[in-house]
């Protein structure tokens, strides 16, 4: 059965930092979304991205956020500048149609520590 | 904007237990509701769904129906397995809005014992 995988699976950086958390979508799906998890709290979207641009981001999403589909495959967020409220648990996730949009698969996860 | 509230846990539960889990949500639209659930060290998994007044969403045992007039989409099974040891998502999308977010509940941690 088709997975969204996400990598890495744990990643630990310092304050100040730019990371780029990576993600592969299931290969026919045309909707991407972020959502992260600080421990202990609700599941929170961030944004989410369909022909090549931004349908809808949180106020999270600031500008320290960018979101990009490289390739035909990969969907990646970057954090230009990590703070330590950074640290949680990255999903992305993914769905096929706009009919179906609403029916998300998401990813394993990617922990980020910033220290 | 839209909310999902869900009962805290843990819930402790033995095995062959039945399981209910509340859930209800504020939303503006017409929103279609969900219940994610996450295994230990995995990503969140769609478990049921229902995406209108009435429905009733069902998988592995587990049951759900909307009900819109008491804003609800309470989770059962009636009687759960030590397989069914998880964390419980209720989630909710609103069609009517451009980036089909999801907005979660807190989440529900489920143990159930031998």
């Known amino acids: 059965e088709p997975e969204v995988t996400q990598t890495p699976s744990h990643q630990v950086t310092q304050m100040g930092q730019e990371v780029i958390l990576r993600c592969v979508p299931i290969s026919n799906h045309l909707y991407f979304y972020w959502y992260r998890q600080i421990l202990g709290q609700k599941v929170e979207f961030l944004v989410s991205?369909?022909?090549?641009?931004?349908?809808?981001k949180s106020e999270i999403f600031d500008d320290q956020f960018s979101v990009e589909r490289p390739d035909g495959s990969n969907f990646t967020l970057k954090i230009r500048s990590t703070k330590l409220e950074d640290s949680a648990m990255y999903f992305c996730?993914?769905?096929?149609?706009?009919?179906?949009?609403?029916?998300?698969?998401f990813g394993p996860g990617t922990r980020l520590t910033v220290t | 904007g839209d909310s999902v509230t869900q009962m805290e846990g843990p819930v402790t539960l033995s095995e062959e237990a039945f399981l209910t889990i509340n859930c209800t949500y504020t939303?503006?639209?017409?929103?279609?509701l969900f219940w994610y659930v996450q295994y230990p060290g995995e990503g969140l998994q769609l478990l049921l769904k229902a995406t209108k007044a009435d429905d009733k969403g069902s998988n592995k045992g587990f049951e759900a129906t909307y009900r819109k007039e008491t804003t609800s989409f309470h989770l059962e099974k009636g009687s759960v397995q030590v397989s069914d040891s998880a964390v419980y998502f209720c989630?909710?999308?609103?069609?009517?809005?451009?980036?089909?977010?999801?907005?979660f509940g807190g989440g529900t941690r489920v143990l159930v014992k031998p």
């Open positions: 996730a993914s769905s096929v149609d706009s009919v179906r949009a609403y029916e998300q698969y």
């Open positions: 939303a503006t639209g017409y929103p279609s």
């Open positions: 991205f369909y022909n090549n641009e931004i349908s809808e």
């Open positions: 989630a909710l999308s609103d069609r009517g809005a451009a980036g089909n977010k999801l907005t």
